[in-house]
Structure formats: structure tokens, C-alpha cells
T-cell receptor, first 115, second 117 residues
Framework: NAGVTQTPKFRVLKTGQSMTLLCAQDMNHEYMYWYRQDPGMGLRLIHY???????AKGEVPDGYNVSRLKKQNFLLGLESAAPSQTSVYFC??????????????FGPGTRLTVT | AQKVTQAQTEISVVEKEDVTLDCVYETRDTTYYLFWYKQPPSGELVFLIRRNSFDEQNEISGRYSWNFQKSTSSFNFTITASQVVDSAVYFCALSELTQGGSEKLVFGKGTKLTVNP
């Protein structure tokens, strides 16, 4: 049981390049999330998904796109990377019953640097 | 909108001291959930506790305890007899229901705790 995994762990991009971050979970969770963490800013939600084939915007969605083609995978794309997207990216997943909020399980993070 | 305030940006203590991390929240929901997470220097996020708004009993887990007070909208976290391994950034979070009925968490900005030997 690997929990939540993220690929890659580190990446350096040049301004304007594109990339996709992959998140996978093996807990059969419905909900998945992408956050970014910047110094002094805590965790900010980029996009999230409440089930296969559905996605929604979070607090800071600009410059990112997501897809959830399979329940266990949640992809975060940067179409044209900017230095402001230098950050640590965390994926998370959670269980739901529809009537309660449960804890989110986090991946190990991806450290992205855009030069 | 939901808001979580962790007013203490950084705290430094000496080993074996007790330390309390403050968390104040704002919500209009009558049912909500509060969480604490730990982020050690290695970077992963570790879930510590979940508490729903109808359960105001304090909780103790080893050296960790949590004090939930709805009257002051606070959910404070105390570490008793702190140890160097407690050094980490601690995040408080609050559930938020979206218009579509799904659930998100709103995180505070975190408190960095340093426990010195």
C-alpha cells in the first residue's frame, strides 16, 4: 500500500516550457487535490477533483490545468512555466461519505524550479 | 469564506518545555471539521488529528493534546515535555463546503516550532 505517490520529485524548467506532474493513490479515494506551498504562505489549493472525470478550480488555478481520467490518478499540467510557479507541489487524496470531511493524505511533494 | 489564523509564525523552546500552538478559525457553517498536520524538516505532511464541530471534548494522545473551544473559535495544540523530534511546521486546517457540495480544506500559514536541546 503505497498511499499517495508523486512523480517527479524534483524538476527544473526554463520559462515557457511545459510539464505534467503525476499523482497516484491506491486507497480508492474519490477526492484528490493539488496544492502549492510557498514560504510563509501555507498550503494553497490549485485544483481539486471530486471524482473521475470531474475537476474544479481552487484558490490559485491560473497557469495550471488538471485532468482526472482515472480514479487513481490526478495530473497537474503547466502549459507555459513562469518563475512565479517555482514552488513545492503537493498532491493529496481523501475519503468521503458525502456527510463528513475526512483527513487528506499527502504525497511526498514535487520541488519545481522555473528559471 | 473560511479563514484560519495561526498568529505565531515561529516558536523556539528548550527541550522538555511545554508549548502551545494557537489556531483561530472563522466559519459560518454549523457543521465543520478541524485538523492539525505536522511537516517535519523532511517535508512530508503528517496528519495528527481531526475533530468535528459537535465534539468539544479535549483530546490527548501521548504528549500531544488539543483544546477545542467553539466559544472562542479556537483549536489549540499543546505539546507537553517537548522533544527535538517535535521540531516541525504545524498547520491547522478547517473544512469548507463548496457550492457544489464538495469538501475542501483551508489551511493556516503554519507555525514553525524549533525545539532546542
Amino acid at each position: 500500500n503505497a498511499g499517495v505517490t508523486q512523480t517527479p520529485k524534483f524538476r527544473v524548467l526554463k520559462t515557457g516550457q511545459s510539464m505534467t506532474l503525476l499523482c497516484a493513490q491506491d486507497m480508492n479515494h474519490e477526492y484528490m487535490y493539488w496544492y502549492r506551498q510557498d514560504p510563509g504562505m501555507g498550503l494553497r489549493l490549485i485544483h481539486y477533483s471530486v471524482g473521475e472525470g470531474t475537476t474544479a478550480k481552487g484558490e490559485v488555478p491560473d497557469g495550471y490545468n488538471v485532468s482526472r481520467l482515472k480514479k487513481q490518478n490526478f495530473l497537474l499540467g503547466l502549459e507555459s512555466a513562469a518563475p512565479s510557479q517555482t514552488s513545492v507541489y503537493f498532491c493529496a487524496s481523501s475519503y468521503t461519505t458525502g456527510s463528513a470531511t475526512y483527513e487528506q493524505y499527502f504525497g511526498p511533494g514535487t520541488r519545481l524550479t522555473v528559471t | 469564506a473560511q479563514k484560519v489564523t495561526q498568529a505565531q509564525t515561529e516558536i523556539s523552546v528548550v527541550e522538555k518545555e511545554d508549548v502551545t500552538l494557537d489556531c483561530v478559525y472563522e466559519t459560518r457553517d454549523t457543521t465543520y471539521y478541524l485538523f492539525w498536520y505536522k511537516q517535519p524538516p523532511s517535508g512530508e505532511l503528517v496528519f495528527l488529528i481531526r475533530r468535528n464541530s459537535f465534539d468539544e471534548q479535549n483530546e490527548i494522545s501521548g504528549r500531544y493534546s488539543w483544546n477545542f473551544q467553539k466559544s472562542t473559535s479556537s483549536f489549540n495544540f499543546t505539546i507537553t515535555a517537548s522533544q527535538v523530534v517535535d521540531s516541525a511546521v504545524y498547520f491547522c486546517a478547517l473544512s469548507e463546503l463548496t457550492q457544489g457540495g464538495s469538501e475542501k480544506l483551508v489551511f493556516g500559514k503554519g507555525t514553525k516550532l524549533t525545539v532546542n536541546p
